[in-house]
């Protein structure tokens, strides 16, 4: 009964490898404090505890950020510095009350679009192997889609229409459907695309463009173009992505 009404649970300083599945019972837990353990992963079981407002996992192995993460709406800090992160996924755009975010000392290499979609006050993000603008040589390549994305793509575009015969007929297939359901616009033509895609980048400077009250510098966010003709187009600030072999 004490762990379901618990609000705060401090287990900082300890040699906890696992956050332990009952803690989903925890429906009143709102802070979390984990630092500086031996934790690797963050379970699903802690997206129960949906009035959580601060999770420190700061000085862990923590390799994996989960997508999950999203869920939890009321999220207002999240510290994981000194852990073993690549990777920050897209749905950390669904916690739009995040104000701090500590992504230091990890392995990041570029933000999501979805950081735009936060409520930011304080990142983070020094001692990572950012991506930097640095000019390469680069090759005219031209598109070759599959003709799964090409349909998908067309069905997609018929969408746009209440007439057409295509739409029509997709709506009657509930696996066509399902399967379009992770579809993505384009930053560029705005089009949308399912599996075909051109990662790039684009730089901001963190303080003015996420109106934050700290200074984090230009930082690299993360952008997918749906062709190599809008990543030859002209007008825009995308850049691809290009790592050291």
Known sequence: ERLVS?????????????????????????????????????????????????????????KELP??????????????YKNEISEIPDEIGHCQSLQV???????????????YHCALKELHCDENPLLEHLPVLSQNVNDVLYLKELCARMILVSFKDRNSSLRKSATLRPDILNALKDAKKCVVCEQSYL????????????????????????IPIRACLCSYDCFYSEGHNYFAVSYPS
């Open 195 to 218: 599996y075909s895609w051109l990662e790039c980048v684009h730089f901001v400077n963190a303080k003015s463009e996420l109106k934050l009250s700290n200074k984090a510098g230009n």
């Open 6 to 62: 618990c609000r705060i649970l401090n287990a900082n300083n300890n040699n906890i490898d696992q956050i332990p599945p009952e803690i989903r019972g925890m429906k009143s837990l709102q802070v979390l404090c984990l630092e500086r353990n031996l934790v690797t992963t963050i379970p699903r079981d802690i997206l129960s505890c949906l009035e959580i407002t601060e999770l420190h996992l700061g000085n862990n192995r923590i």
């Open 101 to 115: 975010l500590d992504v230091s000392c990890n392995l990041i290499t570029m933000f999501p679009e979805g950081i």
């Open 67 to 80: 997508r999950e993460l999203g869920y939890l709406r009321n999220l207002k800090k999240l510290y994981v």
